[in-house]
């Protein structure tokens, strides 16, 4: 069995909060960072635990469950001037990390989780 580490990466305390993503190595632009593996959790089952660290999972055209990033995607801290984008990759069931510009080596990988919404809607819910 192969390891899926992402070699150009490692997880480090952040001095922006908690554990964040630090480069290994230089990155170049639009280069692929990270191939995440998923974890599918159905939004009825939250847990407040896991809102920090939750992705919205869009199947076909409704965003129907939450997913956990598997790897070190649950790690990548937040910027409004992020490094780092990410998609949500339906076919291979996994969040792909890609460059948004250069990034140095040992220079924090950052993402953007989204504006006001996100932040106001982030905590734990009840669905019913």
Not at 39 to 55: A, T, V
């Amino acid at each position: 069995m192969s390891e899926n580490k992402p070699l150009k990466v490692f997880v480090q305390k952040s001095p922006i909060h908690g554990l964040g993503v630090f480069a290994a190595e230089d990155i170049k632009q639009w280069e692929l960072i990270e191939i995440a593996p998923i974890l599918k959790l159905p939004i009825e089952e939250q847990n407040p635990m896991l809102g920090d660290y939750r992705y919205w999972w869009k199947d076909e055209n409704n965003f129907n469950s939450y997913v956990i990033a598997l790897g070190y995607g649950s790690l990548y801290n937040h910027s409004d001037q992020p490094n780092c984008n990410f998609t949500n990759n339906v076919k291979n069931n996994s969040i792909d990390f890609i460059s948004t510009r250069n990034i140095k080596k040992g220079e924090e990988i950052f993402v953007y989780y989204g504006g006001n919404e996100y932040w106001s809607s982030r905590e734990y819910v009840h669905v019913k």
